[in-house]
């Protein structure tokens, strides 16, 4: 029996080449026989030259597993049923490489500011309209003339590690 090494997942074209000898000429119809433990699968030949016949078969990957599967060409002439050539194919998937790019982002690290705002505020007067804003922690005080002056005024200190660290310690024993 011979062997055959044939691609799983690719097309395949084997040929063959066949001699049919008798008294009168004949059509013959030829097939390629495919055989699993399932099923067989039968794959027609097409003549090419003469006296050569072409069998393409097709990607069989979603059909077949790797492995070795008897194969046997058979030739109907006149309705007489002929084998003349039996194989074993050796069915293996291609190599294949493929290749992915990787994105690798760098972690930001986060440092936290922290800024003390110190309000000053005037002792509110009798005829000055004290307005809330949209945070109530915050007032602002307008006197009861057209005068739009802010009275707030503001200083920005900056905090160092120290002082965050203490402020983070003196939270966690007040959620204890």
Known sequence: MNEIDLVLDEENELTFQLNIEGSRPAQAICRLNVQSDNMNLLFEAQQDRGDEINVVLPPLAHVLKEGSY??????????KYFVP???TGNFEKSVRVTAETVVRTKKKTIVPQVTLVQNKTRPARTRDVINESESSSSKRIQPATNNTKRVNETKKKSVSDD???????????KGK
């Not at 002082?163 to 024993?173: G, Q």
């Open 85 to 87: 050539l039996e194989l």
């Open 163 to 173: 002082d965050i660290l203490k402020i983070i310690e003196a939270l966690t024993k």
């Open 70 to 79: 008897n194969m046997s060409l058979e030739v109907v002439v006149d309705d």
